[in-house]
């Protein structure tokens, strides 16, 4: 039994030096982001994505495993991405990877996050993931 | 000049030990979250709100600032919180704030990330976002 488990994986991806144009296609960004999610595996269960004015986009896909999310600032060629899922089918490295492709930053970094890390942190009493789960279908 | 300045501060809300009913309440989740932006000082432009079967809520306000986004496990008590705001005006620590009221969480973990660091990164030639906005107004 493992004690690094967690809810869900959250990359935060920093994408510099993309071209300007884009970062301000509003309908190119949604699609990319709506193919990224389905290929991390997950269900799309809504999106909302915006064009501000004079330049940037941002948006979200909610997956039924948590969401992606992209907010982008053409004038710097910089966007910020989010890629959360949660569960041990979805994989936002797949998402990471399909839109490396289709931004083509000439930089990119990440952090990939443990959210939900359920176990106790007195040192003491580590209480698995597994285990909680065991005790909630007990109830 | 400073070189620690970034386009977006990120906060990362792991709230712990809360109780089921809250986290499970649609209608509750989505005024907070939009109350909590709100507080920011942002501009809500957006918003996208689920409930789960058999449990669980996902939602996500986009405000032109950037997102709040957050993720119920209320089977585990467990709620995962994003808030991300850009530019200078808005204090995404307002909407902590405002959410650690709401949420009553027995336990709370954050990590602030700055998004959009425009710094170079070969440990010679740092720029700074100020003198890369005035290179933009200066085009």
Redesign the interface.
Same mark, same amino acid.
């Given at each position: 039994m493992t004690n690094n488990q967690a809810?869900?994986k959250?990359i935060?991806m920093?994408a510099?030096d993309c071209e300007y144009d884009v970062l301000d296609d509003l309908r190119g960004i949604q699609s990319a982001m709506i193919e990224a999610a389905e290929r991390t595996g997950a269900t799309v269960?809504?999106?909302?994505f915006?064009k501000?004015e004079p330049y940037g986009v941002?948006?979200?896909v #909610?997956i039924?495993e %948590?969401?992606l999310?992209i907010?982008t600032?053409p004038?710097?060629g910089?966007a910020?991405i989010?890629l959360?899922t949660?569960g041990d089918k979805a994989d936002p490295w797949k998402a990471f990877e399909y839109l490396s492709n289709y931004f083509k930053p000439k930089?990119i970094t990440t952090?990939e #996050?443990r959210?939900? %890390?359920?176990v106790t942190?007195d040192n003491k009493n580590y209480v698995s993931?597994d285990s909680?789960r065991e005790s909630?279908k007990g109830e």
């Open positions: 809810l869900g959250h935060l920093e510099y269960v809504d999106v909302a915006r501000f941002s948006g979200v #909610i039924s %948590s969401h999310a907010h600032w004038e710097f910089y910020a989010d959360f949660c930089k952090m #996050i959210r939900g %890390s359920l942190t993931i909680i909630v």
